[in-house]
């Protein structure tokens, strides 16, 4: 099993990013995706996950309304496009997989993780 987020960097306050995550070897389609991110020094926390099908999307109240999460699942593709970034925003980005229902926030056990992909906000 392989998750491999990339698409990480630094961005200016204000500015965006789109983060990819690439699986393989697992059915990538009958796992719903999230994406989770860890500052320095604190907890690692939940930002979006989706339904194996795409038709469910949830977010922490952070992300709402600045972030979206896709699938691409002919591709085994996740993605989190993310506007608007902010100075509380720069945090590793992790991508996991789990075939239990939704994670609706922080603390859901999650089946596979990858490695992150460093987001930097600068002003």
């Known amino acids: 099993v392989q998750l491999q987020a990339f698409g990480g960097g630094l961005v200016q306050t204000g500015g965006y990013l789109r983060l990819s995550c690439a699986a393989s070897?697992?059915?990538?389609?009958?796992?719903?995706m999230g994406w989770f991110r860890q500052a320095p020094g604190k907890e690692r926390e939940f930002v979006a996950f989706?339904?194996?099908?795409?038709?469910?999307?949830y977010y922490a109240d952070s992300a709402k309304g600045r972030f979206t999460i896709s699938r691409d699942n002919s591709k085994n593709t996740v993605a989190l496009q993310m506007n608007s970034l902010e100075d509380g925003d720069t945090a590793a980005y992790y991508c996991?997989?789990?075939?239990?229902?939704?994670?609706?926030?922080?603390?859901?056990?999650?089946?596979?993780w990858g490695q992150g992909t460093q987001v930097t906000v600068s002003s």
């Open positions: 996991a997989a789990r075939n239990s229902g939704p994670c609706l926030g922080t603390g859901c056990y999650m089946d596979y």
């Open positions: 070897g697992f059915t990538f389609r009958a796992y719903g």
């Open positions: 989706i339904s194996e099908s795409a038709r469910r999307t």
